[in-house]
């Protein structure tokens, strides 16, 4: 019996439920476990089966889909990549030892790259040896060079064997990201509605949300915002949305605030997971609260100097090009600061992102929630900068909703921030810009650190 079998059985209950929308085109599942069929059959003539290290570049696609099931079905290693991330290419393929990359264009035709390689990561070797499926998810390297995580991909499917509500779900999150492959595979495992988008600007999400009736919207805070901003929510019919998850970041609390405001009747969970651990059960204390409960079955979690450490069944095997972040017990620090209040935990940011100003620890996004918050503010991104006497100070680039006086603006915000931050905490410097602080993951971008 195959890894996915389980998997194939639950999706052939509803043969004539929508699996997909793709382009404005349904696929039944029925037509999706049809296509996964035929894939087994491709993949067989082209000679790719367990063991092998296989690319996949694609999107949300029919076929890219069906593929992605049937390598995982017969023991491949998939290694999923995203235009957003084309880039480093090279990068992937090299690090993963890539043998065969299986390329999907705009029309869901398929292009084959060979590629003369030895698999002998001795993790890889590992997995082939055990006959078992693989994943390798790399992180962004917004903080340098990506890390490779290898994956056991049976470990990541066992938590999907719990039925939950099947909803109409669009596919916001990329397939290269943990959150987008943990998206997929709870849809197709529920026989819910996978709706994809060709573009994730705002505009073209919400008429996917109106003409597809989307019922849960998996996002981040970065794309929240810029919704919020936007006036596109109000010119299309929302009504059907009843869940909007959010993670990948820390959300500003004005942010939530608005959002509630803006969309009342819908269930607003914050979700947690890293790319080495998965993606972990959550509760939120409140429907306007940034504490959450995490964990679930298969996952542990303690609190260790003010920081989350997290043991998962589901966690990676480890890095293909990085020491194992793993201590001998099997804990991996998370690096992102907390507070607890109970069962619950209110998430600060990461400690790769936190100023140290004179010894005192600043969170950008305590200074990016407190700006959003003053008048003709749009959206605002903290950052550290060097400085002599105190090691680093804060400064801030903000997005206007109308023009202003720069002096003006900055006297206004310097006394915005006194009354409600600590002094070390106030920005020194502010900065407007009029683009988009968001990276292709639709994560806030802060490239200018101390």
Not at 214 to 238: I, K
Request: net charge neutral.
């Amino acid at each position: 019996m195959s890894t996915a079998s389980w998997l194939f059985d639950r999706m052939a209950q509803t043969p004539e439920t929508t699996a997909l929308v793709w382009h404005s085109q349904e696929c039944t599942y029925a037509g999706l476990l049809a296509l996964v069929d035929a894939s087994r059959r491709e993949l067989q003539s082209l000679g790719i089966g367990p063991g092998n290290v296989v690319c996949l570049e694609a999107d949300y696609s029919p076929r890219a889909v069906a593929f992605f099931l049937a390598l995982a079905d017969c023991n491949a290693i998939v290694v999923p990549l995203t235009a957003s991330a084309s880039a480093h290419r090279s990068e992937v393929l090299e690090t993963a030892e890539v043998e065969t990359s299986l390329v999907f264009d705009d029309r869901d035709g398929l292009r084959l790259d060979r590629r003369t390689v030895q698999v002998s990561n001795p993790l890889t070797r590992s997995l082939i040896e055990a006959r078992m499926p693989g994943l390798v998810l790399f992180s962004s390297g917004s903080t340098g060079k990506s890390k490779a995580a290898l994956h056991n991909l049976d470990s990541l499917l066992e938590k999907f064997h719990t039925r939950r509500p099947p909803l109409v779900t669009m596919t916001f999150l990329l397939l290269d990201h943990i959150g987008g492959i943990n998206t997929l595979l709870h849809v197709l495992s529920n026989n819910g509605t996978v709706v994809t988008v060709q573009s994730r600007d705002v505009e073209s999400v919400c008429r996917a949300i109106q003409d597809r009736r989307v019922e849960l919207l998996p996002t981040s805070p970065a794309f929240l915002n810029l919704l919020l901003m936007s006036d596109a929510w109000q010119r299309h019919d929302m009504s059907s949305l009843k869940r909007i998850t959010y993670g990948t970041e820390v959300m500003p609390e004005s942010t939530l605030q608005r959002l509630r405001r803006v969309f009342p009747n819908v269930q607003l969970q914050q979700t947690y997971g890293l790319s080495e651990l998965g993606i972990l059960r959550s509760r939120s204390r409140e429907p306007e609260s940034l504490w959450l409960k995490v964990g679930g079955e298969g996952f542990e979690t303690k609190i260790v100097g003010g920081e989350l450490w997290i043991r998962a069944k589901s966690a990676m095997l480890g890095y293909l090009n990085a020491p194992s972040p793993f201590d001998a017990e099997g804990w991996m620090n998370t690096q992102d600061a907390v507070e607890v209040d109970g069962e619950y935990i209110r998430i600060l940011g990461r400690k790769t992102d936190m100023v140290n100003v004179g010894g005192q620890k600043v969170y950008p996004a305590e200074v990016e929630s407190v700006l959003m918050q003053a008048p003709n503010i749009t959206d605002a991104t903290a950052y550290g900068e060097p400085n002599a006497i105190m090691g680093s100070v804060v400064a801030a680039s903000v997005q206007l909703a109308s023009p202003e006086d720069p002096v003006a603006l900055r006297r206004r915000l310097r006394e915005f921030c006194r009354e409600r931050l600590a002094a070390f905490k106030i920005p020194v410097r502010f900065e407007v810009i009029t683009n988009d602080p968001v990276s292709s993951r639709f994560k806030k971008t802060r490239l200018r650190r101390a």
